[in-house]
């Protein structure tokens, strides 16, 4: 996998871009992506409640985990990073710019989820602060009746996130009356067209199943339709370890995605279990490893370095 | 309680936070708001009407009360503390950035609460007046239609007061026609989590109440929600002193708020009665006294300080 | 009636606000307003029509009015103030900033009466022209689903109005659906402390009325809601002189109202008794003339000055 | 007619104004302003179909007409002026800063016809390109519910205009589910008064009719209303050359109207004769010719200079 | 067909421009736009299906033909151009400023496609990234109750860039509710006007069909309406190549259009065959072949160049 560097990284950002993108993916050109900006959008159903340990109703739980696993970037809102940061300096950021809560079913009103910060406030606040800030993220959401302005910020954040030599992800899901399934392969390679005309470098999407099944094929149209936008696969509900490595390994090997955004499953998990779930997922993503020898570093068999 | 230091207060602001955060909290990390801002969000209702002494009516009450009590600070719009500032100028004042009417029902219409002034405004009032400003407040609707525009201007007014070494509060609110029990322990966590995300340094919220009874391990999954931003439990309707400081007592010292932001409680009675009632519920939040101590200072018996 | 200096006057306006104020106010802290805003609030309804003087329908007849009466401010629009400024530069002006007209009932839907120019463009045409203008002036319709638009306009404009040394006006009047009574003397005391909250330092209100006749006693709610922001009770349609001026004197000597916003029950005279009423008026608000002597004033028995 | 120079004309740019408004009323202080603007407007209607001759459908007709008529302004989008005014820099040019399709009927939604340009874009343009602009002129309807919008557009690009010298054109029509008869002399005297509080320098409007024939004295009523903004009458659907100069002297001398905006009465003809035809609405309108006169200029027996 | 150089392109522009049009219209003053925006306007259905090759799933394809075609502009959104500009610097880049997707049917609801970046962005991009940008384009739907903020986009994009020397060309389409015919002669006649008014090089739109056959009359009323304005018709449905060419001939040299935007009779083809239809198409609209000539092209058995 060739890294793109993207046209609008200005010619004095151009290192600072590669290195930024190297590190992050691990030089494997795929990424690891610890979501954890379900605070908003999920308000506390992912936090707390039966079959979810207690520790994670606590936000520190997630920088905990941030800060002794193998991830590509933890992604999460610009307030939660301000109130751990001074003493997580050490996790790769991404800084998720939008969130809504989900109050509002999506039939009853078409979703809009506007940017909250500027990508510039990002950037002085990374010098400011000196944090390890990688990139920031954006959520649109297409068939909604405010498309057009979630289309416009996200453009806008691409190219102000390539300017500072930052990489740039879209959460790209189609949403609203007009959306029948939001599974379905073709509607997520519209997606995946979309992320790669907004010029973002990684877009997060659903995943195409069929009867619940990963559709291999189906991925393939959308990681081609993408272009030189990574995909990157949803996380989703809480499965078991194992089926989720499976598909993980399936995802990347077999479907050409270049990466996974993965947040319940792991942070719904004891501090240890969930760094090592974490360990896994890293494990499969950039450093091919088979689902045999990322179960073992699930297990604690194997140290994931 | 540790403070947290945002990682958003530049370099030569930290010590103007620090030493605003611990006088306002009274080295306690948790904050007696005394809140004024309902002549906008109840209109008259507070002020004048059965039970309510007439000195309530006029808004120069809220000021000798401010003034003559232990408080931590006074909650109020730009506007009123623009007419009354020059008199009462000893007042620590939070300024309040937004406020509606109640004359729209919740039902009828989603509520959008716009905000008034930038912080830059009141950054630069301060300096010109000298008047003893401590930190800026915001009232966000979650589950209203506009909560886009409110969750933007939230994140904003939080990281510009960091910025100039203010605090925030915000008040978060789940309300419109998708909320249905707004004492729900697990919903008002969810507005918690977002204070967090939102950066806010303390979140006032609703409290979670069972059978109308304070649900204080509720309270405790709130207050774990809210991670490092402290929750301050909502005054609410005028009850007895009584039950009040028994039952502030225990959102503190069982629930784990970080305080109270109280205001019919306070200023529906004659001055004195208000002042030793704002007194008394000062020394059960800053000074840890005791249900019993904070009554004698009710009764006038022991002074508060 | 001591003057309020808002504390928003920064240290080197002072000066010009205290003797604007004291100018407007004629040192009595009462402000006698001659509203000329009704060629677009009402269309040609006041101007033309049974029971009004031909003169009535040119414009200029209120300037003729306001350049020889005596008034605290003549309040109309910056453009009409642009198109006679020039030929009556005399005149104390108070620039509206925002008007609508009347085609659309209050009931079918929420009114918006948005801002047209900045306090800065106004304050620019001042200089430049070098007119008596005094202060602007702003209407809001509270209950409105526009009503954050119009808050976050009003509270703008009276902070800017301050920032120069000028003096801020605001109509409040509830309006929509959810309004039932707008005489209800506590809604209106609802809206005085609104006028407070946003730092007006007059606020012109409709009068509590009981059956048609003025309610002193919730006069006397609305003004002590107000506090330092002085109340300005709305004229109204058209009635007797004797009526009117009696019932001025019991608003401002009974209900301490601090003035009055008047114009049909002046304009709608041939300009030699308007004048006189208008001179009768101010004689009553500002010189504490008695009914009696305000009646001789208008039957042209005394010299108003 | 005198002219009045605006209060808001500053010092260095009365001259400026002073000669332009002579220039373009040709000292009449009346203003016959050829209308262009119906490309947008009516779409293809009025230049192509049944009774309109060919050349009409080619937009260099406008300009043919307009660089050989005697005109006060030739009206029209920056866009047409752009792509024909370096062969057409003869013609005095009022640029039209907004325009709306009919394909929404006016009872179907309410009409917003947004300012597509700010009027320091065209002193830009005037200054780069050499061109005689004269001034702006802009349309604004209401009792639509974005009436709020459009009079805030409409008072600044006024003020704009003043400031840089130029004159400023209002285009106002009641419109909406709440308007019964836009002929109605009294809501058109209503519009008047709107310009007026504008400060708009011209406001064309709606013509007062009874049963179809010209009510002169309503027209009356609104010119005075009018107060010194000058009427323009609209020139309408395309009429017989005679009723249409009986009506214009009408107007002028009896309605004391100040001008009239013309365009499909005009262009809907041969070049020749629509150049004759323009000729002849100069000449009464500015020139003070009987109808007699303005007919013999139409026939081609008199040369209208 | 004499180049128009459009009044608002500076003197320190004209050159540019000038070399700008020439070379992109072959000194024909007709363009040949290879249209590929349709990765958002329609999802994956252009790309992926029956009947299209796999190779166009991948939004290389689109490069792969622009650069080795002939063709006036390859028209797409900045994002995509930024991940392929480096290995595709080459080709004569027209950046497309808005899009919206399918997924809303415009029965349901009027469309608003909002502007993504400001044509600045674009300008200093093209500085930055030495692409070869001739200039940029925008859709607007006549009709929509959002045609206001689409006229006012399309107005500042055409006239800035203009300033910058570059060439803008406007999608126009009437859609919506009110528009019955969107092939009809007389609708889309008054689209091209619109497009004059706006300024616009080229406008493409609809084509004017009767019984699904071109309606060449109508297409020269269309033509002559859009003035100086260039007519580029729409490629639409993928068809018959001969048909396509014996259309686009006609269309040019009966109809009098300037060009046309094709983009799935291009693209919906193997490399090879794509470039050979697409040099087909320029051969046509630039070098005045015949169809026979472009047959010829088409089959392999002349060279284009």
Chains 1, 2, 3, 4, 5 share one sequence.
């Not at 390890?132 to 806008?156: C, K, P, W």
Request: proline share 4%; hydrophobic share 35%.
């Amino acid at each position: 996998m060739k890294m793109t560097l993207p046209a609008d990284v200005p010619a004095d950002k151009e290192k600072a871009f590669i290195e930024n993108f190297e590190k992050t993916t691990g030089g494997s050109g795929r990424l690891m992506l610890f979501a954890g900006d379900q605070k908003v959008e999920h308000l506390n159903n992912d936090f707390y409640g039966e079959g979810i340990p207690l520790e994670d109703n606590d936000p520190e739980h997630l920088f905990k985990i941030a800060s002794k696993a193998d991830i590509g970037v933890f992604a999460t809102q610009f307030g939660l990073i301000t109130r751990y940061g001074r003493d997580y300096s050490d996790i790769p950021y991404l800084v998720k710019l939008n969130a809504k809560t989900n109050l509002i079913p999506y039939e009853a009103k078409d979703p809009y989820s506007q940017q909250w910060l500027e990508v510039e406030d990002v950037v002085r606040f990374q010098k400011s602060s000196g944090l390890d800030i990688r990139g920031v993220g954006y959520t649109l959401y297409l068939g909604s009746e405010h498309e057009h302005a979630m289309l416009r910020e996200a453009a806008r954040i691409v190219h102000e996130a390539h300017r500072n030599g930052w990489i740039a992800v879209l959460w790209i899901y189609p949403k609203g009356n007009f959306v029948k399934d939001q599974h379905d392969r073709h509607l997520i390679s519209g997606a995946a067209g979309v992320g790669a005309a907004l010029g973002a470098d990684f877009a997060k999407l659903k995943v195409p199943y069929i009867d619940g099944k990963l559709d291999t094929e189906g991925l393939k149209e959308v990681t081609t339709a993408a272009g030189r936008t990574g995909v990157l696969c949803e996380g989703g509900d809480k499965t078991s370890p194992e089926a989720f490595l499976m598909e993980l390994h399936e995802q990347i090997h077999h479907g050409e995605s270049r990466g996974n955004g993965t947040g319940r499953n792991i942070h719904q998990r004891p501090l240890d279990e969930a760094i090592r779930m974490a360990d896994a997922i890293y494990a499969v993503t950039v450093k091919n490893a088979s689902v045999e020898e990322a179960l073992q570093i699930l297990e604690g068999n194997t140290k994931s370095n």
